[in-house]
């Protein structure tokens, strides 16, 4: 089994693939309209100097997450 954890916490140029989502509503349709959907491959860019904001690589696309929302994706390498 894939040790799973929050996308929040993958690091600068590395890469993991999206297992689920944890949260219902708004923020999940939110979520999957941009691309985020079990199997899909995100990449890490870059994060802000204070860690709110970070810069992914979705499916061709770069999307900006807060880290509150980031921590909703369950990821696994």
């Known amino acids: 089994m894939d040790f799973l954890y929050p996308l929040s916490r993958l690091s600068v140029n590395k890469s993991a693939t999206v297992h689920s989502l944890i949260c219902g509503g708004e923020m999940r349709r939110r979520l999957q309209d941009i691309g ?42």
């Open 36 to 77: 985020i959907t079990a199997g899909t491959k995100i990449q890490c860019l870059q994060k802000s100097p204070y860690g709110d904001m970070t810069a992914y690589l979705i499916r061709g696309a770069v999307i900006a997450l807060r880290s509150e929302d980031a921590e909703n994706v369950l990821v696994c390498n």
